[in-house]
């Protein structure tokens, strides 16, 4: 048996009902073998960043995981299909969309999957909330960068 990873994932929706799907795609992480889950974010309403379409939710999870990185991704794209995510163009509106923020200290660049996620620093919606479960990831400098983005908290 693998010994367990802490990996950060990072949760968002603009299509449907998007705060039920978060906390549904957040339950079925939880629920999965392998996983277990350490931390949930606050929910946050935020702008699409380089999209189009409604205000998206967001949050980021802390779960303990004995999957591999490339394993985690393959049942978080799962939890997108089931949410009944498409892709018809690049940063298209979205049912769900999950990604591997950090997998431990793993750096990892593969067509698949990379780690760090490549954009996390640029993004309010990621930092934010990363921020609230994991102060230590985040960095004061890291927050003011990304300050002018609005990223407003809705629950404890």
């Known amino acids: ?8 994932l990072a949760l968002g929706a603009n299509l449907g009902d998007a705060q039920a799907t978060l906390l549904d795609a957040i339950m079925a ?56 995510r498409e892709r018809p163009y690049r940063n298209a509106p979205r049912t769900l969309d999950l990604d591997i923020l950090l997998y431990g200290d793993a750096r990892m660049h593969s067509p698949q999957l990379e780690l760090p996620h490549p954009r996390m620093y640029t993004r309010a919606f990621v930092l934010v909330p990363l ?21 407003t908290r809705l629950d404890d």
């Open 29 to 84: 992480i939880a629920a999965s073998p392998g996983c277990r889950l350490r931390r949930r974010s606050s929910l946050y309403r935020t702008a699409p960043v380089d999209s189009a379409g409604p205000d998206y939710i967001n949050a980021v999870i802390a779960v303990e995981t004995t999957r591999t990185a490339p394993d985690l991704l393959r049942l978080l794209q799962a939890l997108e299909v089931q949410a009944g």
């Open 131 to 151: 921020a609230q479960i994991a102060p230590d990831r985040v960095t004061a400098a890291q927050l003011q960068a990304v300050a002018d983005q609005a990223c």
């Open 1 to 8: 048996m693998r010994e367990p990873v802490l990996a950060y």
